[in-house]
């Protein structure tokens, strides 16, 4: 089935106000003038390929902090931990202070992280859709790279569809590269804001996928009863 846009017609979420729903550890990043990456997927979304990129960023910007969210069942959560601090140490680089796992978040705390970080870093191999989504209404610019199969494409299409494909990585070291300049270049990521800001509407409330859903499943079915 093909059907136009980013076959949904999403309304935009806007973040709620940080004052009350941003949990404490990302505000005290915030307070320290710490780089926040933010990556909101699933745990078990995040395949060994999302640890080589992040140590690579996290060795060229010592200021950064990437912040996940911690899974329902505990193994998930040790699994992701021990891996990036086996991995860091390989960079000679300290999970200390650099990785931080939230508790499962509110729907409101989870916009309003969204909100507050710098950069988010979309999982590779199977990107975000909703997460991508609320990136963008916040206002926040996403680094995404597709890869071999459709559900690596998600925030790939999106991004396509806003017009902000200066934020598709062809490679994993153009994701590192981009999600850098992001972090340590604030002239770029300010213009990229307000890039997302002036584009990210093009990506909601589109109707047009519904009526070529419709459309197909009407012809199905006459086809079937012929």
Known sequence: ISVTGVQTCALPIWPSPVTGDLPEAVRALKEEGRLV?????????????????????????????????????????????????????????????????????????????????????????????????????????????????????????????????DLIAADADAYVDLAVRLGEDVAFRDRVRRAVAERSGRVFDDPAPVPALAAWLESAVAAAAK
């Not at 899974?71 to 998930?76: E, K, V």
């Open 37 to 165: 990456y933010f990556c909101g997927q699933s745990l078990f979304k995040l395949l060994p390929v999302q640890d080589e990129v992040i140590a690579a960023i996290a060795g060229r910007l010592p200021n950064a902090a990437f912040v996940f969210i911690a899974h329902a069942a505990d193994a998930a959560t040790a699994v992701l931990r021990d891996r990036l601090t086996r991995r860091m140490a390989r960079a000679g680089l300290s999970v200390d202070g650099r990785i931080v796992l939230l508790p499962r978040l509110s729907e409101a705390a989870f916009r309003a992280v969204s909100g507050v970080a710098d950069v988010v870093i979309d999982s590779l191999e199977w990107s975000g859709f909703n997460s991508t989504l609320e990136a963008l209404a916040a206002g926040t610019p996403v680094v995404a790279m597709p890869g071999a199969t459709m559900r690596a494409h998600h925030s790939y299409g999106i991004l396509s569809m806003a017009g902000l494909d």
